[in-house]
């Protein structure tokens, strides 16, 4: 599977061309940075620590080689600007970027609506596991339960709360069969006055390096039921895409998710 990699230089971009790189059945053809980044011109393997790989950091997708994917953590507008491409190019794409707004979200779909596309907040196994087990908890658990999701990253994460704790609290109102927007509580401050019965709370911490911390809690008189997933290293979101990448070559046009990838639907 011949793989693009935008964002090359950034934390997520290096994870990826190293999982790509180090991957059975995947090869590195192109890795992207905007125009004037340090990084471009330089052998992508070698920035990453490992043995020069012939692949050297470009401005612009045009100077890619052919490619069947392109993997695209990197922020919205350019995330639609890569999409674009991908649509011109015949090619399919797996989407890590988050903080769409409706009206980005609505026009990545479309041009992406012929392509073979994984979207995920969280390409992490572990966390897509997670998820799967938050909806069959909230099928089982009612609104007597109060639920609650926090989560914590580092301190240069510019979206909140994360992709992935919006990921949680969508499982979770599926499993009760409520629209989270219609429940979602994403700030408290003052007097509040008691909590409602059935929201679902969002809490949020940013800091030093944290790489993802989720929780996802049902609350009773009682007990407490929680379901964690703690991530140490940004190798375990790479791995997963690297996984849907190579996924994606057996299948149709169409949007699928990590749940699809892994077989848990």
Not at 87 to 109: C, P, R, S, W, Y
Request: a negative charge.
């Amino acid at each position: 599977m011949r793989i693009i990699i935008t964002g090359a230089s950034g934390r997520m971009g290096q994870m990826l061309i190293r999982a790509v790189l180090l991957a059975k059945g995947a090869s590195l053809v192109g890795a992207t940075e905007r125009v004037g980044s340090a990084s471009v011109g330089k052998d992508a393997g070698v920035m990453v620590g490992l043995e020069a790989c012939n692949v050297h950091i470009a401005d612009t997708l045009g100077d890619c080689g052919e490619a069947d994917v392109l993997i695209d953590f990197t922020a919205p507008q350019a995330c639609l600007e890569h999409a674009q491409f991908v649509a011109h190019n015949n090619m399919a794409m797996v989407i890590g970027t988050t903080g769409f707004d409706v009206g980005e979200q609505a026009k990545l779909d479309n041009t992406l609506k012929n392509r073979p596309t994984v979207v995920a907040a969280n390409y992490s196994v572990g966390v897509n596991l997670a998820l799967n087990l938050i909806e069959q908890a909230a099928k089982v658990l009612s609104a007597d339960y109060d639920a609650e999701i926090y989560e914590a990253h580092h301190k240069h994460k510019v979206d909140a709360p994360s992709g992935t704790a919006l990921a949680m609290g969508k499982a979770l109102s599926v499993g009760r069969g409520v629209n989270l927007d219609d429940v979602a509580v994403y700030s408290r401050e003052g007097i509040t006055g008691a909590r409602k019965s059935g929201s679902i709370g969002f809490s949020v911490v940013r800091g030093g390096d944290i790489v993802g911390d989720h929780k996802a809690m049902f609350i009773a008189d009682e007990e407490r039921i929680e379901i964690n997933h703690f991530a140490s290293d940004r190798m375990v979101f790479a791995k997963g895409a690297v996984r849907a990448a190579l996924w994606l070559g057996e299948q149709d046009a169409g949007r699928y998710d990590m749940q699809d990838v892994l077989g848990l639907k």
